[in-house]
């Protein structure tokens, strides 16, 4: 039972390179996230989505990119890195039905130097 | 705009010690979930309070969730070293979207 399987699992960037986050999800959901962590803080949300061709922006949407062209896929692409950039970065997915669960992938973790 | 604030940020007990934390919601909240993260992991899912004053309890932790729907806490008996870990409440946004706190880490000394 794989969930949401994201990849890489670390990555180092340099300033100005480009990368995409893959994120997958095997449980049918409707509804994907993208988060950042900063070290010692919440999760804040970058981009959602909630249904293939349908994206909206989060709180930190600035120097990220997203597409929904499947239900099972969400990559968040980062274009010209820079280092407030370095983050955890957690896809998460839920079904959209009563219960608000969110499921998490084991996160990418990102240096940008 | 709707904000939910956690405390403490840190916890530091001897094991066997309790610990709680704290959440407070500016606007009143239709639910709210707990998560646990354990160190170099990712937030897991524990539990979500619907209903006002509600108390749940799973094995050592109880959740209770306030009268007016703007505050909850989890409560450790005894704590273990399995507790390690940053605790997570949320509350729904529009859209199925989920606001957190910023977290309490809990460190717990053998």
């Known amino acids: 039972n794989a969930g949401v399987t994201q990849t890489p699992k670390f990555r180092i960037l340099k300033i100005g390179q480009s990368m995409t986050l893959q994120c997958t999800q095997d449980?049918?959901?409707?509804?994907m996230y993208w988060y950042r962590q900063d070290p010692g803080m919440g999760l804040k949300l970058i981009y959602y989505s909630v249904g293939a061709g349908i994206t909206d922006k989060g709180e930190v949407p600035n120097g990220y990119n997203v597409s929904r062209s499947t239900t099972e896929d969400f990559p968040l692409r980062l274009e010209l890195a820079a280092p407030s950039q370095t983050s955890v970065y957690f896809c998460?997915?839920?079904?959209?039905?009563?219960?608000?669960?969110?499921?998490f992938g084991a996160g990418t973790r990102l240096s940008v130097l | 705009g709707q904000q939910v604030m956690q405390i403490p940020q840190y916890q530091h007990v001897q094991e066997g010690e309790d610990f709680t934390t704290y959440c407070n919601s500016s606007?009143?909240?239709?639910?709210i979930q707990w998560y646990k993260q354990r160190p170099g992991g990712h937030p897991v899912f524990l539990i979500q309070?619907?209903?006002?004053?509600e108390v749940k309890k799973q094995k050592r932790l109880t959740f209770q969730f306030g009268e007016a729907k703007k505050n909850s806490s989890l409560h450790i008996t005894a704590t273990q070293t399995t507790d390690v870990g940053t605790y997570f409440c949320?509350?729904?946004?529009?859209?199925?979207?989920?606001?957190f706190g910023q977290g309490t880490t809990l460190q717990v000394k053998p």
């Open positions: 309070l619907v209903k006002s004053g």
């Open positions: 998460a997915s839920r079904d959209g039905l009563a219960k608000n669960i969110q499921y």
């Open positions: 449980m049918n959901h409707n509804y």
């Open positions: 606007t009143t909240l239709s639910n």
């Open positions: 949320a509350g729904p946004r529009n859209t199925g979207k989920l606001i």
